[in-house]
């Protein structure tokens, strides 16, 4: 790979119009300058903190070439694939790749329970229809599909351009199992806001994470004191930043992280029906706990 992919790879919500809910693609575009200039070292458009789910084909694509644009090389970008027929997934894969891409993460879903066969199948037909890296993504609560490290250790021997893995079961013995299954030969990234710390203990490269856009310097923090070494301030950096990993988590991404760029003077609408808008006490909460960590940043810890 000619691109380097570690380090945070931030997520932005899809923000829509408040009247008319459509796709706010000049927010999109204000949202993706805001990672970017914030210190993320990579951006992942259209995941589950994106609403992709919820958006049509064509605000599908005007979201990805909207966010690939916009970054203008900069920054690595991976684009989420996720679509209940290969079919789609495809296509979309391929739209990624045109656009400009650096890499896809496919997350597989499912209506019917998929076998290991069909999945490894579902990743080995992308991987013949583009050539971007594609990064391995198994996420059971939100896709509905739980790959086992034995199998995502065979995706990636066995298919060519998956090259690295985005574990987000939140089971810290699944990363300890693909460094083990792969003898430390297989990048992975950490996608469970609360496992971070352990994660990188682990041997994670990365931490994909919805919290740059509320908390920017935190997790960029975390990252590269882990990479120093620095174990003890690892521990304090994350605990003072767990209790909003935690909410914005439990909350549903794009319900916390829009409400809370609406709290930092962001407006990125509400996300689309039927899912609400975080409610009043939640929304005082999430006040609280960004007043509470602005008041002590992590060069002070």
């Not at 939100?142 to 034995?150: A, N, R, S």
């Not at 089971?171 to 460094?179: E, F």
Request: hydrophobic share 45%; proline share 7%; with cysteine.
């Amino acid at each position: 790979m000619s691109t380097s992919f570690k380090g945070i790879i931030s997520y932005p919500v899809t923000p829509f119009d408040k009247a008319s809910g459509r796709v706010d693609l000049a927010a999109v575009r204000g949202l993706i300058d805001r990672l970017v200039e914030r210190g993320s070292h990579g951006i992942a458009p259209l995941g589950s903190t994106g609403e992709s789910a919820y958006l049509d084909d064509a605000e599908w694509d005007a979201v990805a070439e909207a966010s690939i644009q916009q970054v203008n090389k900069r920054l690595p970008v991976i684009v989420g694939i996720s679509d209940l027929t290969t079919r789609n997934a495809v296509r979309k894969a391929k739209f990624a790749e045109a656009a400009g891409a650096d890499a896809v993460m496919v997350l597989p879903v499912s209506y019917w329970k998929l076998s290991d066969d069909e999945i490894f199948r579902h990743y080995a037909t992308i991987s013949q229809a583009v050539g971007v890296p594609i990064m391995v993504y198994n996420n059971p609560a939100t896709g509905g599909v739980d790959m086992k490290p034995e199998l995502i250790v065979r995706i990636v021997k066995d298919i060519a351009n998956a090259t690295m893995v985005k574990e987000s079961s939140g089971d810290i013995q699944r990363m300890h199992t693909l460094m083990q299954l792969s003898d430390g030969r297989i990048p992975f990234f950490n996608g469970s806001n609360p496992l971070a710390l352990e994660a990188f203990a682990a041997g994670a490269v990365g931490w994909c994470t919805a919290a740059p856009n509320l908390i920017p310097e935190w997790p960029q923090a975390l990252y590269d004191i882990c990479a120093a070494g620095d174990l003890d301030r690892a521990r304090r950096v994350f605990y003072a930043q767990l209790p909003i990993l935690r909410f914005i988590l439990q909350g549903g991404l794009p319900t916390t992280i829009k409400a809370g760029l609406g709290l930092r003077g962001f407006e990125a609408g509400v996300p689309r029906a039927p899912l609400l808008g975080l409610d009043t006490p939640g929304t005082q909460m999430l006040q609280a706990l960004l007043k509470a960590i602005d008041t002590k940043p992590p060069t002070a810890l």
